[in-house]
Every structure is written in C-alpha cells, then in structure tokens.
C-alpha cells in the first residue's frame, strides 16, 4: 500500500528555520516533490528531486533558502526552508512519482507551516 506521509510543519518567526519531512513507501519512487499552497492561491512548485539526487529543481522564489534531499534507504525526502519569510506561510504537500516527468501520481495530506513577521 502507497503511504505519503510529511511532517515536521509548525510556527516560526521570520528568518527561522524549518525541516519538513516526507515518508514515501509502498513502491518505488524516481521523482519526489514539494508543492505548497496558501490562502486564496493555486498550488504552486517548490522543488524535486529525481533518483539519487541528481536531479534538482527549485522554483526561484525559495532558491537559495530552501534545499531538498532525498534518503532513499528510508524513502524519505527532506525540505530544509531556511530565511524563512511571511510569505512563505502555506499548507506544504509532498508529491511522489514514480517516472521522471509527468503528473504526479500520490500525494500527502500536507503540513502547515506559518512563519509570524
């Protein structure tokens, strides 16, 4: 059975930190995504990660503060958001694939992060 589990979402003050985690299980996955949405707005792309890593991609407005990983022994995969900003402030999704480009095919439930200015 396909799990997608995140976790690791909270509250946090401008410029903090936070890890977010995804347990992705049940099958094999090449591609691994984050995607978040706020109020009011479409989900948007944050990043993915592609098979051992080698394939990264971030979208430009948290490039440079945000940095994803993948631990493929425990099928997890991690978003580090560091400088956190207001705007940042979103329910984070985790999306697995298990080709390298397309939709996704599982998604999570999301974790909320809210960072306070």
């Known amino acids: 059975q396909v799990q997608v589990e995140e976790s690791g979402g909270g509250l946090v003050k401008a410029g903090g930190s936070l890890r977010l985690s995804c347990a992705a299980s049940?099958?094999?996955?090449?591609?691994l995504g984050w995607f978040r949405q706020a109020p009011g707005k479409e989900r948007e792309f944050i990043a993915r990660?592609?098979?051992?890593?080698?394939?990264?991609s971030y979208a430009d407005s948290v490039k440079g503060r945000f940095t994803i990983s993948r631990d493929n022994a425990k099928d997890t995969v991690y978003l580090q958001m560091n400088s956190l900003k207001p705007e940042d402030t979103a329910v984070y999704y985790c999306?697995?694939?298990?080709?390298?480009?397309?939709?996704?095919?599982?998604w999570g439930q999301g974790t909320q992060v809210t960072v306070s200015s």
């Open positions: 990660i592609t098979g051992g890593g080698g394939g990264i």
């Open positions: 999306a697995a694939r298990i080709g390298t480009t397309g939709f996704y095919d599982y």
């Open positions: 049940g099958r094999t996955f090449r591609t």
